[in-house]
């Protein structure tokens, strides 16, 4: 049974995988003006940047009060929140509203546990818009300097207690923590039979709850190797692409994260993506897919669109 917000339900729980297999806290790094981003990108190993964000106008300035005043009249689409108040970032548990509606609805929610209908801004806060007021945003941030293309950029915002379930994405990410702590549960790509991906209908999700696991349905998970981090305000993590991650936000949260495409070379080393690949061409919705779009579900995947529909 492939999890889903409605299965997803104890809010208590941040994970319930084994503390023994649990990896030494991840490297962490002092960013500095000089910082050799592509160097780090080129490790591919995830790592906690420290000091990065404080140097953004964003530390400084983005509260609810200020992003209500930029943004109070423009349409976004806020995920609502499952059982537990979790997503599984499907788009079709997302609901366009006014962002000074959702800042309303976020402060309504802010200091009791996450329920089933609230609201996150997650997939839906995209700041990569021709809209001058988001334009003006976007410049508030610091986008690492990377030769690879940025895909997307994000704005998450929640009322705390809010969960992200266990995925991973096609794609380098930073993620970046202006308000608030999210705890996260990372998984390295190879070990991606011990958390049963499902490919179907999330192309990037998994069959395991990490909240409870169900160690007799799933017994590989028992074994699996993860890092337990703690992101503060402030930090920034460097989650190289096909890092499966499961994502707890405490507090008010606000964040921000840019994708980029990978170079082409390293998925096609990375367990997850290969899987995933194999998957869209050998299954018979994959096939008829790519006989009627001539190839197009190819070149999407070959291009590292997002791909949740
Ligand atoms: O912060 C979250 O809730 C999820 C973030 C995430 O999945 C990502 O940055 O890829």
């Given at each position: 049974?492939p999890?889903?917000?409605e299965?997803?339900?104890?809010a208590?729980?941040f994970?319930g995988?084994?503390?023994?297999?649990?990896l030494?806290?991840l490297k962490?790094?002092q960013?500095?003006?000089d910082f050799?981003?592509p160097?780090?990108?080129?490790?591919?190993r995830?790592?906690?940047i420290?000091?990065?964000?404080?140097?953004?106008?964003?530390?400084?300035?983005?509260?609810l009060?200020?992003?209500?005043?930029?943004l109070?009249?423009?349409?976004?689409?806020?995920?609502i929140?499952?059982?537990?108040?979790?997503?599984?970032?499907?788009?079709?548990n997302e609901r366009?509203?006014?962002?000074?509606?959702?800042?309303?609805?976020?402060?309504?929610q802010?200091?009791?546990?996450?329920?089933?209908g609230?609201v996150?801004?997650?997939?839906?806060?995209s700041?990569l818009?021709?809209d001058?007021?988001?334009?003006?945003?976007?410049n508030e941030?610091?986008?690492?300097?990377v030769?690879?293309?940025?895909?997307a950029?994000t704005l998450?915002?929640?009322s705390?207690?809010?969960?992200?379930y266990?995925?991973?994405?096609?794609?380098?990410?930073?993620?970046?923590?202006?308000?608030g702590?999210?705890?996260?549960?990372?998984?390295?790509?190879?070990?991606t039979?011990?958390?049963y991906?499902?490919?179907d209908?999330?192309?990037?999700?998994?069959?395991?709850n990490?909240r409870?696991?169900?160690?007799?349905?799933?017994?590989?998970l028992?074994?699996?190797?993860?890092w337990?981090?703690?992101?503060?305000?402030?930090?920034?993590?460097?989650l190289p692409?096909?890092?499966?991650?499961?994502?707890?936000?405490?507090?008010?949260?606000?964040?921000v994260?840019?994708?980029?495409a990978?170079q082409?070379?390293?998925?096609l080393?990375?367990?997850?993506?290969?899987?995933?690949?194999?998957?869209q061409?050998?299954?018979?919705?994959?096939?008829?897919?790519?006989?009627?779009?001539?190839?197009?579900?190819?070149k999407?995947?070959l291009?590292?669109?997002?791909?949740?529909?």
């Amino acid at each position: 049974m492939p999890v889903t917000t409605e299965n997803l339900d104890r809010a208590d729980v941040f994970h319930g995988l084994d503390p023994a297999h649990r990896l030494p806290p991840l490297k962490r790094v002092q960013w500095t003006p000089d910082f050799d981003w592509p160097a780090l990108f080129r490790q591919a190993r995830p790592v906690i940047i420290e000091g990065f964000v404080a140097s953004w106008p964003a530390a400084r300035k983005w509260d609810l009060d200020y992003l209500q005043d930029r943004l109070g009249d423009r349409p976004v689409r806020a995920a609502i929140l499952g059982q537990g108040g979790v997503t599984t970032l499907d788009y079709c548990n997302e609901r366009p509203l006014l962002f000074a509606d959702l800042v309303g609805r976020l402060r309504s929610q802010t200091g009791r546990p996450a329920r089933a209908g609230d609201v996150y801004l997650a997939q839906g806060g995209s700041l990569l818009s021709q809209d001058p007021p988001i334009q003006a945003l976007y410049n508030e941030i610091d986008v690492p300097k990377v030769p690879l293309a940025v895909r997307a950029a994000t704005l998450w915002m929640g009322s705390g207690g809010n969960v992200t379930y266990l995925h991973f994405d096609p794609m380098e990410n930073v993620l970046a923590m202006l308000k608030g702590r999210k705890k996260l549960v990372l998984i390295p790509p190879d070990e991606t039979p011990h958390v049963y991906p499902i490919y179907d209908p999330d192309p990037l999700g998994s069959a395991v709850n990490l909240r409870q696991p169900d160690f007799e349905r799933h017994p590989r998970l028992k074994s699996v190797t993860y890092w337990e981090v703690v992101l503060e305000e402030g930090e920034a993590l460097f989650l190289p692409m096909g890092y499966w991650h499961h994502v707890a936000s405490e507090g008010l949260n606000i964040a921000v994260n840019v994708w980029w495409a990978p170079q082409h070379a390293r998925w096609l080393l990375n367990a997850p993506m290969r899987g995933l690949f194999l998957a869209q061409i050998t299954s018979r919705k994959g096939l008829k897919r790519l006989a009627k779009a001539k190839f197009q579900a190819l070149k999407q995947l070959l291009s590292f669109a997002p791909m949740r529909h």
